[in-house]
């Protein structure tokens, strides 16, 4: 499936799509818009300290 012309992108949001309805069956969520909703609150809470660990130098000079 193209979404966008470029093969790259389109490869990165066909696999997003895969992981994401992996997770929610395998968490049992049946309503997907809650269910991205929890994902997105639990990414938010992981990814900046994630890059935290990765550039410490970069983000605490901020």
Do not use: C, H
């Given at each position: 499936?193209?979404?966008?012309?470029?093969?790259?992108?389109?490869?990165?949001?066909?696999?997003?799509?895969?992981?994401?309805?992996?997770?929610?069956?395998?968490?049992?969520?049946?309503?997907?818009?809650?269910?991205?909703?929890?994902?997105?609150?639990?990414?938010?809470?992981?990814?900046?300290?994630?890059?935290?660990?990765?550039?410490?130098?970069?983000?605490r000079?901020?």
């Amino acid at each position: 499936m193209r979404l966008t012309g470029f093969d790259v992108l389109d490869a990165s949001i066909q696999a997003t799509n895969r992981w994401f309805n992996e997770l929610t069956q395998e968490l049992n969520w049946v309503d997907r818009r809650k269910a991205t909703y929890g994902e997105i609150s639990d990414l938010q809470r992981v990814v900046p300290a994630l890059l935290i660990d990765l550039w410490p130098a970069t983000l605490r000079a901020a």
